[in-house]
């Protein structure tokens, strides 16, 4: 007799791509642009949006969706900002899903939002193995990181649409290589678009602002930038 195989991982992600796809047309009929934002823990996703969100809010009506493991340390944050934010935690997980994806859109004022960042968990395994529904995925990598990650967690790299090298302010203290960071990402993903950045000094984040409002762009001109 055969040995009975369980595929709960494929059953869990099938069901989890199905429910994204649903979250997909819903932000598509309401026209906005969906960034899911993923890093390691403390390489700088929040920061990222509170620039952003200084940077464009008068430009886009932004809405954020923060993951955390516990605390509301990041929505407080983004809430003084003044555009709509929810907290999603999660005790015991490590990534965000489709279906509290579901459950924050439907708690948010998606008439009024154009642009929805998305912070998933600082996690640099799982979170990239999960649809949201959102159009493009965007990763974070942190100097003090090391750039030999994109060999050791290829998935997260792979899957990204823009990779930011974010802390570039530290460089003359770190023993980070760019030109050889470039090549372990372009290797697993030539498409991907590399931005060195710091969220500290601003440096670079205009690319990073005229990238999003590029897609935004193409979204209202009704042209997909489904992922
Ligand atoms: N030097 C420097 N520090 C930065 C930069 N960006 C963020 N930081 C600092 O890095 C720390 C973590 O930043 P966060 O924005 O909270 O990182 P995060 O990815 O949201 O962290 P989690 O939500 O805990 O996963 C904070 O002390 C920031 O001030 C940067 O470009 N340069
Ligand atoms: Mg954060
Ligand atoms: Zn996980």
């Given at each position: ?40 823990p ?24 923060e993951g955390d493991v516990a605390s509301t340390i990041d929505a ?11 907290q999603i935690n999660i ?28 912070e998933n968990v600082g ?105």
């Amino acid at each position: 007799m055969g040995v009975k195989v369980l595929t709960i991982l494929e059953d869990i992600l099938g069901a989890n791509a199905e429910k994204a796809r649903r979250n997909q047309d819903q932000l598509d009929k309401h026209g906005i642009l969906t960034v899911n934002v993923m890093s390691s823990p403390g390489a700088g996703k929040t920061s990222l949006l509170l620039q952003t969100i200084s940077r464009l809010k008068q430009k886009a009506r932004i809405g954020v969706i923060e993951g955390d493991v516990a605390s509301t340390i990041d929505a407080e944050n983004i809430k003084k900002q003044g555009v709509p934010v929810i907290q999603i935690n999660i005790p015991g997980g490590c990534h965000l899903d489709a279906n509290m994806i579901e459950n924050a859109l439907n708690n948010l004022p998606l008439g009024d939002i154009d642009l929805l960042l998305i912070e998933n968990v600082g996690n640099l395994i799982c979170p990239a193995e999960f649809a949201l529904g959102e159009h493009k995925r965007v990763m974070l990598l942190s100097l003090p990181e090391g750039d030999d990650k994109p060999y050791k967690y290829p998935l997260m790299f792979t899957e990204a649409d823009v990779v930011l090298i974010n802390k570039i302010d530290l460089l003359p203290y770190m023993e980070f290589n760019i030109p050889a960071f470039h090549k372990a990402v372009t290797g697993l993903n030539p498409k991907a678009k590399i931005l060195p950045v710091s969220c500290k000094t601003g440096e670079g984040l205009e690319d990073w602002f005229s990238w999003l409002l590029d897609e935004m762009r193409k979204m209202r001109r009704g042209g997909s930038v489904a992922c």
